[in-house]
């Protein structure tokens, strides 16, 4: 085992300056790399994405409120004053920890990047609890392209519906404008929040034979509160204020069956209920990146059930000081899956590689500062808890609008950002309602590619139908 010390000249007798290879340029990905700005470092960022996204605002790309470019600035624009960073668009197969290699894959070109230090924070993708068949008829919402996809479902329901109103099938009209929302998270409250402020203000006049404003929302959750990690009163304010919109919450109730038409869900006594619905959306449940699993096997630890690895204190893993892992797909202290956890933890990743590079002592313990948590459930209202300090209403609108602001990233976001806000939040517009035909049926043409079949089929289907 070689000392710190030793290990610095040989990095300096292999003439060059040590290697960073960060995964993943996500909250953990990006705010690492940035961190690592002044140092005498080469950092090698590669992430399956050419764009870092910022997740908490992808429903409002999903309801037409955002452009999907304000939420997921390019990676490479973001870094590109930062010389000593080089982007990588690359899909990470493989992390041998033995020989220090990462392995990507762009489409389909393998390439290969040692590290003398590796940060990867790969995030979690969204978990269906093992029924991955329900995804294709409630779709998740993680990525840009989910959110597209939902956008699609949403505003095509509505057409549905005009159009079952304009020959008499009012059954399907009431399929067609019930929108269901499975979990009651801060994702599931704004989403259910969003669905109905669209309906009964931004599409109240658009339509000739539906009344949007009769549209339901239904927002479900197998617990029994919502917000499970919020306080009790921040808790039954939301709830209060979601009914009082018109939201129809319903906790208790998990989802048993989903399938075109609707869904099902059970109560605690197994009572079955049936809801007819086209568009739902699975706002419940991450699975981290598959990445855990594979470093966990070769450190010899168990990932937990959402498929987190558990770190050491510091954030590396065990027996190996030169790899962090950090973010939604790490697993320490029952920390949640928040966006400040994997920024902290990119800087104090940062900072533990410095302190190595400087042959200084490190193994410093990870501390989490809690900033508090927020969500919002309509235009001008929403809770935080900041320590003990518990807000709700407008005062709490303007912080989360403020906190939004400061984190997205970019000059040029927050300018288009205020202004789309200003359009949908003072007036009752959505500047994004555009649609591609593309976007809505991708996800489902490419499945089909993988078994073909004739794709003139599939783009031929109505929009949001998924029957
Ligand atoms: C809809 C939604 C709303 C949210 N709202 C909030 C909120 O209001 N407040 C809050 O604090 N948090 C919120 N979160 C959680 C927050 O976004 C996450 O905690 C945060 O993004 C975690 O950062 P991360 O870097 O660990 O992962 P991510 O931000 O998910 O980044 C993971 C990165 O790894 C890349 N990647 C994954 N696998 C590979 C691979 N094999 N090869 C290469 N690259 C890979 C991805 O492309 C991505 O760039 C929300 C999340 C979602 C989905």
């Keep these: 085992m070689l000392t710190l010390v030793e290990e610095a000249h040989m990095t300096t007798q292999a003439g060059h300056r040590p290697r960073v290879v960060i995964i993943g340029s996500g909250f953990g990905g990006l705010f690492a790399a940035r961190a690592l700005k002044r140092d005498a470092v080469d950092v090698t960022l590669v992430a399956k994405t050419t764009h870092h996204l910022f997740q908490p605002l992808l429903y409002q790309v999903a309801t037409g409120i955002m452009s999907m470019g304000e939420i997921a600035p390019a990676t490479r624009e973001v870094l590109s004053r930062q010389d000593n960073v080089e982007v990588v668009l690359g899909d990470v197969t493989d992390i041998d920890l033995e020989k220090r290699v990462v392995t990507a894959n762009t489409l389909g070109e393998v390439h290969t990047h040692d590290y003398d230090h590796l940060i990867v924070a790969a995030g979690a993708n969204q978990s269906w609890f093992g029924r991955d068949e329900f995804a294709e008829y409630a779709p998740g919402m993680k990525s840009i392209d989910d959110a597209l996809e939902l956008r699609g479902r949403i505003f095509g329901a509505f057409e549905l519906a005009e159009q079952a109103a304009a020959e008499g ?30 309906s009964k203000r931004t599409l109240k006049h658009d339509f000739r034979h539906i009344d949007p404003t009769d549209s339901r929302v239904i927002l479900l959750d197998a617990a029994p509160a919502l917000l499970g990690s919020f306080d009790e009163k921040l808790q039954d304010k939301t709830r209060q204020a979601l009914e009082k919109l018109g939201v129809e919450v319903r906790l208790g109730a998990k989802v048993v069956n989903v399938d075109g038409r609707g869904l099902e869900t059970e109560d605690s006594e197994g009572n079955r209920t049936r809801i007819e619905a086209l568009t739902k959306v699975w706002a419940a449940g991450v699975a981290a990146s598959p990445l855990a699993k594979q470093l966990a096997d070769q450190v010899g630890v168990t990932v937990d059930r959402a498929g987190r690895i558990p770190a050491q204190p510091d954030l590396t893993l065990p027996g190996r000081p030169e790899v962090h892992v950090v973010g939604d797909m790490v697993t320490l202290d029952g920390l949640s899956g928040v966006a400040q956890v994997a920024i902290q933890g990119a800087r104090h990743s940062a900072k533990e590689i410095r302190r190595r590079i ?68 003072i007036g009752r517009g959505r500047s994004e309602r555009a649609v591609t035909e593309q976007q809505t049926f991708a996800r489902l043409a490419m499945q089909q590619m993988e078994r073909p079949v004739d794709l003139r089929k599939v783009s031929e289907r109505p929009p949001a139908s998924v029957d």
């Design 358 to 425: 400087n042959g200084e002592p490190t193994g410093a313990p990870f501390r989490y500062k809690d900033k508090g948590s927020m969500a919002t459930i309509s235009r001008f209202r929403a809770i935080a808890e900041v320590g003990s300090l518990k807000l709700t209403g407008f005062v709490a609108w303007l912080m989360w609008l403020a906190v939004h602001l400061v984190y997205i990233i970019g000059f040029k976001s927050r300018i288009t950002t205020l202004l789309h806000w200003f359009v949908s939040f």
């Design 169 to 198: 099938r009012l059954e399907d009209v009431k399929r067609f404008t019930t929108f269901v929302v499975v979990g009651a998270g801060p994702t599931g409250v704004e989403m259910a929040g969003q669905l109905v402020e669209l």
